[in-house]
């Protein structure tokens, strides 16, 4: 117990299938009659549209998840045994409620055969425990266990408190005065002055890296400025050589989001062209992209075939 199990795939609910043979009654919301005790920050109840947030949340602390049905008096034994016990425990561990029976995907990701089904998650790795509702004193020591283990795997977080504040934000570092006379200027559409602000802040230091990729976003924009897309792709079809309609729709495509389609255009046409300006718009649009996007690197290889 004091290893998750190493070949058990990470929870998925992708492709489950519903076997459920039986149409019951809808079970009541907890806190209202004929349904579960409300629930608290240390016991929760989670479907499956909140099923990927519990898996999540299983790096930081442990969580115990009971499937449950509402007309068992058996599942309904267990869920109130471990959520005592939960209670008890005071955030070193969460009570995941799942109703099996509304929520069959979670339930076969599970492979629950029954209910009452307990099973722990840690770290993403699910830890079958035990079927049906044993005495309180056993369960109590099954979860001492999955505690330890929690630790030995090192998810040692704790859940929050129901009245603990969320922190605050980390606020926004400071932008650098020309920096920030650049993003005013964006924000009111004056697109010259951004570009005049980057450069002078490349002037005062040619290695300012987000300034050459923001003079490079804000030069993109000027030069798609009020541009009309089905005329400027039929000038491109057209003059397949006419270097400035391939660079006038590839700058229409980064924009668009059609990355690698602006940059095979420009690489083919610097392979025929070897034309300086292409190359240099290339460059232009990588800094407009990120140097550190796949597609960017595997540009950045076919330019160099393309010249070489």
């Known amino acids: 117990m004091t290893q998750p199990p190493g070949p058990q795939p990470r929870l998925d609910v992708r492709g489950a299938v519903d076997l459920s043979a039986l149409a019951r009654p809808k079970t009541p919301a907890p806190g209202t009659p004929g349904g579960l005790p409300q629930g608290s920050a240390y016991v929760v109840d989670v479907d499956e549209a909140g099923f990927p947030d519990l898996v999540q949340a299983t790096t930081r602390f442990p969580v115990v998840v009971v499937l449950w049905a509402g007309w068992s008096d058996v599942s309904k034994q267990a869920v109130a045994d471990l959520a005592q016990l939960a209670e008890q425990d005071g955030g070193t561990w969460q009570l995941a409620r799942i109703d099996s029976e509304a929520n069959p995907q979670v339930a076969a990701a599970f492979q629950a055969q029954s209910v009452p089904t307990t099973v722990a998650v840690l770290a993403g ?150 034309a300086d300006e292409v190359r240099v718009r290339l460059v232009d649009l990588f800094e407009v992209v990120g140097a550190e996007d796949e597609r960017v690197v595997r540009a950045r290889r076919a330019m160099a075939n393309a010249l070489y």
């Open 125 to 274: 790795q699910p830890l079958p425990l035990y079927q049906g509702a044993p005495p309180i004193d056993q369960v109590r020591g099954v979860i001492d266990q999955v505690i330890a283990a929690a630790a030995a795997n090192g998810v040692t977080g704790r859940v929050p408190a129901a009245d603990e504040a969320a922190p605050e934000p980390a606020p926004e570092p400071e932008l650098p005065p020309l920096h920030q006379a650049a993003y005013d200027a964006i924000e009111r559409d004056d697109l010259e002055t951004a570009v005049a602000a980057y450069e002078q802040a490349l002037r005062e230091d040619p290695r300012d890296a987000l300034a050459r990729a923001g003079l490079a976003q804000v030069q993109l924009l000027v030069r798609t400025r009020g541009a009309d897309l089905q005329a400027v792709r039929k000038a491109a079809a057209d003059s397949p050589r006419d270097i400035g309609a391939q660079l006038a729709v590839a700058d229409l495509d980064v924009l668009g989001g059609k990355v690698e389609d602006a940059f095979e255009r420009l690489v083919d046409l610097l392979a025929v062209t070897k």
